[in-house]
């Protein structure tokens, strides 16, 4: 696929590290899920790639524990999106991406590319 | 909510991390969820935030190949448990609630709260 | 369980580090799917510990966002194969394994392995 991820793919990165936003599967912001939003953001922004980890249960800044065994339906699931790319464009990201990620815990840490290339 | 949870979220951490420890999502303690246990402990500890993300397939110490494909219900699946607070405070309460963590595999690694207040 | 794992959980790691590929819930090789090949490869090494992290929307090389809420099946989602070991091992099985890692984002992050027995 042409455009700015596999350019950035191909393009070492100095820093690389990991950006872990954790929140509520159901969040929305502007009626869309804020999970799809931020990583349909972090295409649109070239970054490295974006996953969505499944919780089945947890707590965060609220307090609450949610947990998959007390509910019928997956609502209020916890989830983890993971972003890797450089550290600074990560901060920026997160900075200019703030209706997304106000109030929440978001984690950052240094990693390793393995490359079998080299 | 009230409660340790929303004091230690405003109290920036001064070394923060990430504990994560590696179980079966059947396993017991005292008739309980392990699982449940540590994020219920984890709470009651005021401690930043915990998450419980579902694995499909995995060994640990028992070298055992546990998966999704093979078995019609979710038994003996692997999770993994993390947890984010001052690193200090995760080893503490790893030690502390021992009985949940023995023989597992349990790690702990530093990483930065990126915090678009500042 | 016999054989290179418990000797392996038993001997404590210099540099133990988390190794971490993303990939695709159905990527195969070889006819067998490719998470099923680097775990039991990751078990067959000696490694420490191995799980399959599920997902449920992202994106990675190829640019393409794959997310349970497009699909009836859990058809190309993503997954995270995640792997604890020293360090230095876990680049060499990445090496020796260039068949299963080839052109996916593989991560690799020092961390710190919580022993109670100390």
Known sequence: ?????????????????????????????????????????????????????????GFGRSGDIHTTRLLDVSDHLPAAVVIVDDEERLREFAHRNDDCFHGRLVTLESLEIVDNSG
Chains 1, 2, 3 share one sequence.
């Open 1 to 57: 696929m042409a455009g700015p991820i596999s350019d950035a793919s191909v393009t070492p990165l100095r820093h690389p590290g990991r950006l872990t936003v954790y929140l509520c599967d159901t969040a929305r912001i502007d009626h869309h899920r804020l999970c799809d939003v931020i990583v349909q953001r972090a295409r649109a922004a070239g970054l490295r790639g974006a996953t969505v980890l499944r919780g089945i249960e």
